[in-house]
T-cell receptor, first 111, second 111 residues
């Protein structure tokens, strides 16, 4: 099992550009999550999904969108990138008991 | 009041000693508690989960939970330099499927 995979590993965006962060899991987990982690600030939940076709907002959803068309994939879309979105983004998946397993992360810089 | 609180550290212990990491949480309805280890530049890795009051041991790690005091701890016996990392405490939200993460405690094990 590859677990949770994320692409790309690194990306530099210009202000106003858009991009999609990809996340795929092969553990057949129903629950998937997107977090951002800023230095010294801990993990903040952006969006989560409890199954294909079902998504909901977390603490910091503004500027982001998600979709969940399959159990395996949970892409995160950034529209009109802003410097405040410079961060490390982690995708995670979970079976029903809340144990979350994280992907390797995407380091994004917006300049 | 912050939902999950941890001392940021750094906590410095000599090799072979016991490292004690502490976490308090505010949501009395929480039922699931986790410890994650995060090496610098890497993603969080689940190392312990605990769901009922008392102690749970796994190798050199012991998680302790006291729901009445809203307190979770992680003990690392025979600490090794490879244990040097940031340890994140996570607690499930009473409603929904998400976790609240603390900001983490930095542990440094010195040879």
């Amino acid at each position: 099992n590859a677990g949770v995979t994320q692409t790309p590993k690194f990306r530099i965006l210009k202000i106003g550009q858009s991009m999609t962060l990809q996340c795929t899991q092969d553990m057949n987990h129903n629950y998937m999550y997107w977090y951002r982690q800023d230095p010294g600030m801990g993990l903040k939940l952006i969006y989560y999904s409890v199954g294909a076709g079902i998504t909901d907002k977390g603490e910091v959803p503004n500027g982001y969108n998600v979709s969940r068309s399959t159990t395996e994939d949970f892409p995160l879309r950034l529209e009109l990138a802003a410097p405040s979105q410079t961060s490390v983004y982690f995708c995670a998946s979970s079976p029903r008991n809340y144990e979350q397993y994280f992907g390797p992360g995407t380091r994004l810089t917006v300049t | 009041q912050k939902e999950v609180e941890q001392n940021s550290g750094p906590l410095s212990v000599p090799e072979g000693a016991i490292a004690s990491l502490n976490c308090t949480y505010s949501d009395r309805g929480s039922q699931s508690f986790f410890w994650y280890r995060q090496y610098s530049g890497k993603s969080p890795e689940l190392i312990m989960s605990i769901y009922s009051n008392g102690d749970k041991e796994d190798g050199r790690f012991t998680a302790q939970l006291n729901k009445a005091s809203q307190y979770v701890s992680l003990l690392i016996r025979d600490s090794q330099p490879s244990d040097s990392a940031t340890y994140l405490c996570a607690v499930n939200k009473d409603s929904g499927y998400a976790l609240n993460f603390g900001k983490g405690t930095s542990l440094l094990v010195t040879p």
